[in-house]
């Protein structure tokens, strides 16, 4: 073939290549133009939120390693705290009712008493949530760098406390502060969703 012919023949195949391919960028340069109206409509999808068994919002519901959690203020500071569904006396877990999760936690006493030991692991301020019967407290974490703590024991999250043989160090933040979350936020919670009110 001649190479004026193929030329010609690459031209064309290009002129219908871009053809074909001008409604679409007509489309994504119409959804750009009109940016604000799919921006607006993110903005009024539904939000869910964590609520006590009073009504009060505690916070957004959010997703965290492991399950659901509630992000809550205490006094200015923002905490993950986590969340799972409540069980009845027979163990069997509730459609709509929650409750705050104690994960089990590590005490630098040889009785799980005092504030637990906050891991390096959680996210935004550490914190730590223990549950003693009915009672349930957030241990926030000092403003601080992580340093080594002694452990000398551990609760299983459901009252059950472990004394260890010997005990070791590990990396992690002491307590600083205390929050009631049951006196505060009492169970059972609920979540529900709500749709924000329309921005003018």
């Known amino acids: 073939m001649k190479p004026g012919k193929r030329f010609g023949l690459l031209a064309g195949a290009l002129m219908v290549s871009l053809t074909w391919f001008a409604p679409s960028m007509g489309d994504i340069s119409e959804y750009r133009n009109d940016g604000d109206r799919h921006i607006d409509h993110l903005e ?5 939120k964590v609520l006590d068994s009073r009504g009060a919002v505690a916070g957004p519901l959010v997703s965290v390693v492991g399950g659901n959690a509630a992000t809550i203020d205490v006094d200015g ?3 993950v705290v986590p969340i ?3 069980r009845d006396s027979a163990g069997r877990l509730s459609a709509s009712q929650y409750q705050w999760r104690d994960n089990g936690q590590q005490f630098s006493t040889s009785d799980c008493s005092g504030p637990p030991v906050i ?3 959680e996210v935004l301020r550490p914190a730590a949530v223990v549950r003693r019967g009915a009672d349930v407290t957030l241990y926030v974490a000092a403003d601080a760098y992580v ?4 452990i000398r024991s551990y609760s299983d999250g459901q009252g059950q406390c472990t004394t260890r043989s010997f005990s070791y160090q590990t990396i992690a933040w002491s307590a ?3 929050f009631a979350l049951t006196q505060r936020f009492p ?12 921005r003018q």
């Open 119 to 121: 891991s390096p692991t």
């Open 84 to 86: 799972n569904r409540m």
């Open 77 to 79: 500071v923002l905490i």
């Open 147 to 150: 340093g080594p703590i002694e």
């Open 176 to 178: 600083d502060k205390s």
């Open 187 to 198: 169970e059972p919670l609920s979540i529900k969703f709500e749709r924000p009110a329309h």
């Open 44 to 48: 009024r999808l539904p939000v869910a």
